[in-house]
Structure formats: structure tokens, C-alpha cells
């Protein structure tokens, strides 16, 4: 099939609205916008910056000032169980960063399989159409084989039937 041939009857099967796959003429059905979709909505990307939010339990001071004994006890108080809090929050955090990192383990291992299973689904396909080619090659000799037992069924059934005329003949 000439590369004309292939295209207009790409375009054509494509224009009759036909859902027929067109591998053969080096098509594809990959989306980059499903390639490139966030694996969350809320994902960070350059997209998606997120936030710029941050944590401030006491508010700025921005003047000097005096401040009495309860104030300085309830602040060393809130900063003790603060500082407690991030010691917590840091282990929290990290401990989110490690599951990130898994789960993106798991992701790459999971598209290094697919690409492994698409690989082998080439390598199949090439098989296939070598395969099929191998079998186009022999139709002629198949075709040769069914003219020659055509023959032979012939000069059998022309035999028989000379041998059929000649008992007649006798009886």
C-alpha cells in the first residue's frame, strides 16, 4: 500500500466517524493533557502554586512595649507548648514528605511496568506481522496445491467415469 493509499484511507475511516485503530498508520491516542493532568487537583504545580499562607500564633509587635507578669507566664506558657507543637508538626510534615516519596516510588514502578508491557506489546504486534506477512507469502503455493488437487480430482473423476462408460459397455 503506497503512502497515498495510506493516508486517504486514514482519513477516510477518521471521517466516516469509524473507532478503528490507526496504529498502522503511525497514529496515537495519547492525550497530553491526561499525560500532564495532576495526579490531584490540589497538587502543587507550576499551575497550582498553592498557598502562601503561614502560621503566626501571636500577632507582630510592631511597637515596644511593656508587658505584666500573667502576659509574660501565659507567653512562656503558649511558646512552650508551641515549640512542642512544631517538634510534632516536623515529624508530622517529614513524615508526609516520606509517604510522597513512596507514593512516587510506586508511580515511576508502575509507568516503568506500563512501559515495559506496551514494549512487549510492540515486540507481540511485530511478531504478528511478520507472521502475517510469512502467510501472504505462501498463498500462491497454497493456491498451487488447490489447482493441483483440482487436477487431480478431475483426471480421478474423468477415470472413473471412462472406467464407468467402459463397464456398460461390457455388461
Same mark, same amino acid.
Given at each position: 500500500?503506497?503512502?497515498?493509499?495510506?493516508?486517504?484511507?486514514?482519513?477516510?475511516?477518521?471521517?466516516?466517524?469509524?473507532?478503528?485503530? +490507526?496504529?498502522?498508520?503511525?497514529?496515537?491516542?495519547?492525550?497530553?493533557? !491526561?499525560?500532564?493532568?495532576?495526579?490531584?487537583?490540589?497538587?502543587?504545580?507550576?499551575?497550582?502554586?498553592g498557598?502562601?499562607?503561614?502560621?503566626?500564633?501571636?500577632?507582630?509587635?510592631?511597637?515596644?512595649?511593656?508587658?505584666?507578669?500573667?502576659?509574660?507566664?501565659?507567653?512562656? !506558657?503558649?511558646?512552650?507548648?508551641?515549640?512542642?507543637?512544631?517538634? !510534632?508538626?516536623?515529624?508530622?510534615?517529614?513524615?508526609?514528605?516520606?509517604?510522597?516519596?513512596?507514593?512516587? !516510588?510506586?508511580?515511576?514502578?508502575?509507568?516503568?511496568?506500563?512501559?515495559?508491557?506496551?514494549?512487549?506489546?510492540?515486540?507481540?504486534?511485530?511478531?504478528?506481522? +511478520?507472521?502475517?506477512?510469512?502467510?501472504?507469502?505462501?498463498?500462491?503455493?497454497?493456491?498451487?496445491?488447490g489447482?493441483?488437487?483440482?487436477?487431480?480430482?478431475?483426471?480421478?473423476?474423468?477415470?472413473i467415469?471412462?472406467?464407468?462408460?467402459?463397464?456398460?459397455?461390457?455388461?
Amino acid at each position: 500500500m503506497g503512502i497515498l493509499a495510506r493516508i486517504t484511507s486514514a482519513t477516510k475511516s477518521k471521517s466516516s466517524g469509524s473507532n478503528e485503530s +490507526s496504529l498502522s498508520s503511525g497514529g496515537h491516542g495519547i492525550d497530553k493533557n !491526561q499525560v500532564l493532568a495532576p495526579t490531584d487537583p490540589t497538587v502543587i504545580n507550576p499551575m497550582n502554586a498553592g498557598t502562601w499562607d503561614t502560621v503566626r500564633t501571636a500577632p507582630v509587635s510592631h511597637t515596644p512595649r511593656y508587658f505584666n507578669k500573667a502576659e509574660a507566664d501565659a507567653l512562656k !506558657q503558649l511558646s512552650r507548648t508551641k515549640r512542642e507543637e512544631a517538634r !510534632q508538626a516536623k515529624r508530622a510534615y517529614k513524615s508526609l514528605k516520606t509517604l510522597e516519596q513512596s507514593d512516587a !516510588q510506586v508511580h515511576t514502578a508502575h509507568r516503568s511496568y506500563i512501559k515495559g508491557v506496551a514494549d512487549s506489546e510492540l515486540t507481540k504486534k511485530r511478531s504478528d506481522a +511478520s507472521t502475517a506477512r510469512h502467510l501472504h507469502t505462501l498463498r500462491p503455493e497454497y493456491a498451487r496445491l488447490g489447482f493441483g488437487l483440482d487436477r487431480a480430482e478431475n483426471k480421478a473423476q474423468q477415470r472413473i467415469d471412462e472406467l464407468k462408460a467402459k463397464i456398460k459397455e461390457k455388461y
